[in-house]
C-alpha cells in the first residue's frame, strides 16, 4: 500500500467532494465510457490519499474497472469503497463538468 500526503498532490482538483476526501485530476472520454482517475482519502490514515482510477459507462451507470492501490483491492480484486467514491463524486457532479467544459 502506497498511501499519498496530501502535500505530494500537486495542482488544482477538476472536482473535489465537499468533505474533501476525494479529488478527481483526470476525466478522459474515450467513446462509450469515461476514465476518471484522482486521490480519495484514506479513512485509517487522515490526510493520506489512495491513488485511484476508475472506468465508467454513463449510459448503463456501470463501474467497468477500477483500480486501487488498498488492501481491500489488492486482496479481493473488487471494486474498493475508493472507487465507488471516486465514481460517485463524477456521478453526482457530471451535469456541472460537462457545462464547464463547453463554456
Ligand atoms: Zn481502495
Known amino acids: 500500500m502506497a498511501l499519498i500526503k496530501l502535500e505530494e498532490i500537486i495542482g488544482k482538483a477538476l472536482l473535489e467532494s465537499h468533505d474533501k476526501t476525494v ?3 483526470g476525466i478522459t472520454s ?3 465510457k ?3 482517475h484522482g486521490y480519495v482519502m484514506s479513512e485509517t ?3 493520506y490519499f489512495h491513488k485511484v482510477s476508475a472506468e465508467y459507462e454513463p449510459a448503463s451507470k456501470n463501474l467497468i474497472y477500477g483500480n486501487c492501490d488498498c488492501e481491500a483491492y489488492v486482496y479481493f480484486g473488487s471494486p474498493c469503497k475508493h472507487i465507488i467514491k471516486l465514481r460517485n463524486v463524477y456521478e ?3 451535469e456541472k463538468i460537462n457545462k464547464n467544459s463547453v463554456q
Open 34 to 36: 469515461i476514465d476518471l
Open 23 to 25: 479529488k478527481l485530476y
Open 30 to 32: 474515450t467513446g462509450r
Open 45 to 47: 490514515s487522515k490526510n
Open 92 to 94: 453526482r457532479n457530471e
